[in-house]
């Protein structure tokens, strides 16, 4: 399909980060957006906001609206407002850390709830084992960490906030899933653009003002 260049969608995609606190989902968004890593990150409070492009296999180019929420027990109630309507979520788990699987389990069962009352209908999963340089301390396999994502429909991909390995994938994961489901849309927009134009251009020829 060709679509027209991306400043002619100006549709944002919503993703959401979700698991416990320390399992790294704010060095792996800045892996992503900044490409940078910091090994003194802070925790955060509440949630932070990024704005990210990136493209799908195909080459088209979505922009994302990205919330990265707080993994502490006492910010778990303000979840549901940040997934609320996402196209999209990230399940971050440490593999060095066996519990941080389990609540994203939890995390999970809470996203199929909402969309099943169509609060984010068609949602993406994408699981990522973040923390794969630490593989001397890895207590979670591969195996562990794909089973649970077969399980539960979710995508799945080990990563490394650190290093960068794997990280890449998982919005390359987001944009094709994104763009397949949406892709008629997208059509039906481009089609539509066509024809204001060329409209446009017969109304400029047949002007003889």
Known sequence: MSLPAVAQFPAKYKVVLLGESNVGKTSMILRIVKDTFNPEQRNTVGASFFRHAA????????????????????Y???????????????????????????????????LRRAADVGECEGIVIVLVGNKIDLEANRVVSTNAGRAMAEENGCFFVEASAKTGTGVPDVFKIIGDKVFEINAPAMKQNEEGLLTSRNQNSANKKSCRC
Do not use: C, M, P
């Not at 493209?55 to 929420?69: A, E, K, R």
């Open 55 to 74: 493209q799908t296999s195909t080459s088209v180019v979505l922009n994302y609206d990205i919330w990265d929420t707080a993994g502490q027990e006492r």
């Open 76 to 110: 778990r109630g303000l979840a549901s407002l940040y997934y609320r309507g996402a196209a999209a979520a990230i399940l971050v788990y440490d593999v060095t850390n066996a519990e941080s699987l389990e609540k994203a389990r939890y995390w999970v069962g809470e």
